[in-house]
């Protein structure tokens, strides 16, 4: 490991020396122009902040500030340049300025009139420079600023849900830390992780979410710590496309968070302030059970004693949470230097009592120009947060609030008695004493820096160097006291874990531009990159704690003590080319050559070619003649790559490690279960994509369709050994899993009257997923951490659930353990079709197949989404997003725990105790899994804002804008459970819609007020 890093610090010191020492050399006939000017709405005139504006060839560019003006420096030889100017929602111009002797050159109003078209946006990522969406052959998505900031919300990913075809965006839990996850065209890996990778600023961070304390359910979601104020676009590219210029580590996509900047010009301050409620949307039915005479019944079925009764633990449970976030910028520019800085403070309470966040963020961004062709920019990140946790079951199912619910029988009173003590609510914890008396938590201190340095030494020759820092030190505690429950940590319990995550990337790209002869051009593309990430944790835990002893060391039972150590280096280098034929047609070719230190020396190098092309037909003269009227725009693209996957082995894994066994007294080693994977290679994926973008009525109306078909060969999974070999297991590359789908995004302006505008976008998006390949009878494998019920199994997508399921006759009906046809009511109970439940040969309790089998399936056959946004006057903006998920399944282990007889919490048992159900019937069901299994099919309001924009005349102040928002308002459904989009899996690779009382998705209100002055 240290051979590897020292050699990656030389490197990257040695390339940073080079370009820092050319940049000291200035570069003949380039002079500094200053351009200026404004964007403006071509049908009211108002201004239109956050235009993008560019010279085309260059990297030179800014955005307009909040009254639609620019300015900018650029180092450019004297002649003929086009600028670009862009907006979304709106059409894109170019206009053709000469810069002579002139230093300082203003722009006459530049307006843009209203489209919903695309085609000439500029995008960034996996391109290494700006580029014009036309010029594409593969799908690149966009969220700019102004649609960010609409509906704020705390976390990055979820300004995305339901925004984006072809993007699947899951809010796991309701916790105010937890995960979020993202998957980009399905899942194409059974082991490793499927997220995509996240490059903030040119810098690869790190979006994992360990499980520091085992809270159970619930971990850290650590892109929480980055502000969405600050952010001013994003640009998402999906499968092979973006490993061209970001390797293998981007097998699963790229998301790049590009972050807001200095103008120069005026300085210009931001203050933003929110306040946010949240409450649980539904609770679930619990068993209040009573005989005929209206006494309450105990799990037996006998009355309670007198004065005893059964309680609505949720009551208890959860509660309204409040919140609040403030966040202040200030930007600008003089001369030849721009500054962005912020700083925002965030904090909320979950709807578990007990529960809540807090996140303190700082911000600096400064660029400068240093001479005629170098221009650097630093950035500077650091923010603290803290999690107060409240624990579900992850150390033991005796401990959790929610567990405590559901297993535990609802007799009790579980409020403090006239002791001030909690009473034992039997052999599981008593929620209410989990929420006061344990004391779980965490703590992050990350720090996210970068310097860039981007030279122009020639008319077309940019030279890009990047080098990023993302560094983190995660810590948990948990602690409970002596004397709590019955079993495990009766006598005290004190854990303490702490995370290191070290990672940091050095990239070179070159690129040049040129044209050929008349009509063709050409753009060539050269670069490489090291990169290094390092993860260790160090835990340890005790018990038999004294009565004021809370740490570890207070503990005279040392329970668990370790220390894991993960390092990874990659190396790569890449050519990519691209050739463009009348601005019409454009086909491009790259090569990509990785190693990761992961693999062994003979399998470590590999080659990841890619081919693209577009044809834009509507810039003939024939289609505008023909179809110019109807079809404004008409472009053809697709592509085909190769990556690979780095995320299914471990940093070790190719050797065979040997573990710590004394022997005789004396300090030994044994070797572990695993055998080392020396020749294993990385995962492939070949990605064919296909596609269309067209724009109709004058650009009103845009569609994007999209087709692709990833398959992935060479999958890494845990194959068993002979036990003659001396191993249990060894890694191995075996299998295959297919993803092909449909992806279409279709936007229109429907309404431009002068004082009214309906904007509305939909996206569609189906995906299949297959796995083949897996060798053994069964053709199947276990996904960990899902209770054995989901698994990848040969020709069934990755996550379908496996277990027991319904005995059904010969023409495919259930039938009850005596034979009798069965029918599922409209409350999910099987009741017989020809007889009564309980007679004579007429059991009414389902019986059970004899051999488990494929029960549910947890991917959605498509997802749909629906935004609309409404321009009312100069300042009123009205904004709804409908979005939904249809045909997965989600596997309600609650519902199963809780209509068990011996906890039967749920009121599945007080159907059975009032005789409603036969008696029996919750032991039937119990391990008849398909039971458990529902269609969590849903449709969300997912959210509403208001926006109210004021600009007061004689105050220092430039604008004031109101807002009011409410996001997850209400849902369309028949889950049985809190909310079918939950998982206990959290961003785990294989499960999926797995629901095990995981705290639900929250409804949530706010109100806010941005000054800009």
């Known amino acids: ?63 307009t500030s909040v009254d639609g003006r620019f300015s900018f420096t650029a180092q450019l030889q004297p002649g003929e340049y086009q600028v670009r100017v862009s907006f979304v929602g709106y059409e894109s111009k170019a206009r053709r300025i000469e810069l002579g002797n002139q230093r300082e050159v203003t722009l006459d109003p530049i307006r843009l009139g209203l489209s919903a078209a695309r085609i000439d946006e500029v995008v960034v990522t996996g391109q290494a420079g700006p ?70 600023d040119g810098v690869i961070i790190s979006n994992d979410s360990p499980e520091l304390i085992q809270v159970g359910g619930t971990t850290q979601n650590r892109l929480l710590d980055i ?49 946010k409620t949240q409450a649980i949307r539904n609770t679930l039915d619990v068993n209040m059970a009573k005989n005929d005479q209206g006494q309450f019944l105990d799990n037996s079925g006998d009355p309670l004693p007198e004065g005893q009764q059964r309680w609505d633990y949720q009551d208890f449970i959860f509660d309204r949470g409040y919140g609040t976030e403030q966040y202040l910028s200030v930007s600008g520019g003089v001369g030849d230097t721009r500054f962005f800085t912020s700083g925002g403070f965030f904090s909320t309470q979950g709807i578990v009592e007990g529960s809540g966040f807090r996140r303190y963020n700082g911000t600096a961004r400064l660029e400068h120009t240093l001479n005629d062709w170098v221009n650097i920019t630093a950035g500077a990140r650091y923010a603290f947060s803290k999690s107060d946790d409240v624990p579900n079951g992850g150390l033991n199912t005796l401990y959790g609030a929610m567990t405590g619910f559901i297993f535990g029988p609802n007799t009790t009173d579980p409020r403090r008695n006239e002791l001030g003590e ?111 990430a390092s993860e260790e944790t160090f835990n340890a835990q005790s018990q038999n704690l004294p009565p004021i002893a809370e740490t570890v060391g207070g503990g005279t039972s040392l329970r668990e003590f370790g220390e894991f150590r993960s390092p990874l280096t990659i190396y790569g280098v890449f050519g990519q080319q691209s050739f463009g034929v009348a601005d019409r047609l454009f086909v491009t070719g790259a090569l990509r050559l990785d190693a990761s230190s992961s693999f062994g020396e003979d399998d470590r190098w590999q080659l990841y070619p890619k081919v693209s092309t577009s044809y834009v037909l509507s810039e003939y003269d024939f289609w505008e003649e023909t179809f110019g009227s109807v079809v404004s725009n008409f472009k053809l693209r697709g592509s085909v790559g190769w990556s690979g996957g780095l995320t299914s082995i471990g940093a070790f894994d190719r050797f065979t490690v040997y573990n710590s066994q004394p022997f005789a007294g004396n300090p030994g080693l044994q070797p572990a279960d695993q055998r080392g994977a020396e020749n294993v290679v990385p995962e492939r994926q070949r990605e ?75 996206t569609y998006s189906r995906n299949r997923n297959e796995v083949s390949g897996i060798p053994g009878e069964t053709g199947r494998v276990v996904i960990p951490s899902s209770f054995g019920v989901s698994v990848a199994q040969n020709g069934e997508p990755i996550g379908s659930f496996f277990g027991g399921a319904f005995k059904r006759n010969e023409n495919g009906q259930v039938v009850d353990t005596d034979g009798n046809v069965m029918e599922e009511d409209d409350d999910g109970f099987w009741r017989p079709v020809n007889c009564t439940a309980g007679e004579n040969g007429c059991s009414g309790i389902p019986a059970r197949a004899a051999e488990d089998q494929i029960i549910g399936n947890p991917q959605p056959d498509f997802t749909l989404a629906w935004v609309n946004q409404f321009q ?85 102040v430039e604008s004031v804008e109101l807002s009011a928002t409410g996001r997850n308002l209400f849902s369309i459904d028949d889950y049985s459970g809190y909310d079918p989009e939950v998982n206990i899996g959290g961003q785990r690779t294989g499960v999926r819609g797995f629901d095990f009382v995981v705290p639900p998705v929250p409804r949530s209100f706010s109100l806010g007020a941005t000054l800009t002055f």
């Open 227 to 275: 502000n969405p104020n600050d952010i001013a676009r994003i640009e998402v590219v999906k499968g092979a496309a973006a490993a061209a210029l970001y390797g293998s580590r981007a097998n699963n996509g790229v998301i790049q968070i590009f972050t807001k900047t200095g103008k120069t010009g005026e300085t210009q301050v931001t203050y933003s302030t929110r306040v």
């Open 872 to 956: 009312i006057g100069d300042n009123l903006r009205v904004r709804f997003q409908l979005d939904g998920e249809f045909g997965q399944d989600v596997f309600n282990f609650t519902r199963r725990i809780g209509a068990f007889p011996p906890f039967g919490t749920l009121e599945d048992y007080e159907r059975e105790l009032e005789g409603d159900l036969p008696g029996g019937y919750g032991f039937g069901v119990f391990n008849i899994f398909e039971n458990w299994v529902e269609d969590g099919t849903y449709v969300k309001l997912r959210e509403v804002a208001i926006n109210y924009t004021l600009r007061p005349s004689g105050l220092p």
């Open 1 to 63: 490991m240290l051979h590897w890093y020292r050699r990656s610090v030389v490197c990257a010191t040695l390339v940073a020396g080079v370009i820092l020492l050319f940049g000291t050399t200035p570069a003949a006939a380039q002079v500094s122009y200053t351009l200026s000017g404004r964007v403006l709405d071509a049908s009211n005139g108002d201004p239109l902040p956050g235009a993008n504006i560019r010279i085309a060839g260059t990297n030179f560019g800014t955005a």
């Open 131 to 200: 580029t014009q969406r036309k010029e594409l052959g593969n799908a690149i998505s966009t969220i700019e600023a102004s649609e960010l900031q609409e509906t704020p919300k705390s976390s990055t990913l979820q300004s995305l849900q339901g925004k984006l075809a072809g993007v699947r965006i899951q809010q796991s839990s309701g916790s105010p830390s937890g995960g979020t996850d993202i998957r980009l065209r399905g899942t194409g890996t059974v082991l490793g992780a499927a997220g995509p990778l996240i490059v903030l």
């Open 422 to 532: 909690f009473p034992d609510i039997g052999t599981f914890s008593n929620p209410l004493e989990v929420q006061n008396r344990f004391d779980f938590g965490q703590e992050s201190s990350r720090f996210i820096g970068d310097l860039q340095v981007n030279m122009t030494p020639l008319d077309g020759l940019s030279i890009d160097y990047v080098i990023g820092l993302d560094t983190y030190e995660q810590t948990g505690t948990a602690f409970i006291p002596r004397g709590v429950g019955t079993n495990g940590f009766e006598t005290g319990f004190s854990r303490r874990a702490e995370l290191s995550n070290l990672q940091y990337n050095s990239d070179l790209n070159v690129r040049y531009e040129t044209e050929i002869t008349d009509g063709v051009s050409s753009t060539s593309l050269v670069g490489g990159t090291i990169q290094y």
């Open 688 to 762: 064919i994509e296909v596609g269309a973008d067209i724009s109709l009525l004058s650009e009103r109306v845009s569609i994007e369709f999209t087709y692709y078909n990833q398959q992935t060969d060479d999958l890494l999974l845990t194959q068993s050994l002979a036990p003659t070999t001396g191993f249990n297991t060894r890694l191995g590359n075996v299998g295959s899993v297919e993803n092909k789908g449909i992806e279409i995004r279709a936007q229109s302006i429907a309404i431009d009257w002068e004082n009214f505008r309906w904007t509305t976008t939909a």
